[in-house]
């Protein structure tokens, strides 16, 4: 079982930035790839960012291309989302999500909630315009 914690959220205004952390219990954060999340009220949740276990491959949506970065260090458990330029529309409760993979999987970035199977409880992130 791993549980995940994020923080990092709260409320900025449009144009600025913010850093979203997730840090896993699991003894090694080894050999799970990992995403984030987010889920506006009455919208569906949509994968934002996603990185393998290498860290070698990423994915991004394309409305946050060029403005979010995902990143993860493997020795402290954690992944991290940074988001710069942020716009109102990005605003929504932010989960991270890890999905456990194998070492011939290293550098697979799951695409779909379902492939995940832990997820965080959530960062609001509000971006007043």
């Known amino acids: 079982q791993v549980q995940l914690v994020e923080s990092g959220g709260g409320l900025v205004q449009a144009g600025g930035s913010l850093r979203l952390s997730c840090v896993a219990s699991?003894?090694?954060?080894?050999?799970?790839?990992a995403g984030w999340f987010r889920q506006a009220p009455g919208k569906e949740r949509e994968l934002v960012a996603a990185?393998?276990?290498?860290?070698?491959?990423?994915y991004y949506a394309d409305s946050v291309k060029g403005r979010f970065t995902i990143s993860r260090d493997n020795a402290k458990n954690t992944v991290y989302l940074q988001m710069n330029s942020l716009k109102p529309e990005a605003t929504a409760v932010y989960y991270c999500?890890?999905?456990?993979?194998?070492?011939?999987?290293?550098?697979?970035?799951?695409?779909?909630?379902?492939?995940?199977?832990?997820w965080g409880q959530g960062t609001q992130v509000t971006v007043s315009s």
């Open positions: 699991a003894r090694t954060f080894d050999y799970y790839a």
């Open positions: 999500a890890a999905a456990p993979t194998t070492y011939s999987g290293r550098n697979y970035v799951p695409p779909r909630p379902r492939d995940y199977d832990y």
């Open positions: 990185i393998s276990w290498s860290g070698a491959y990423t």
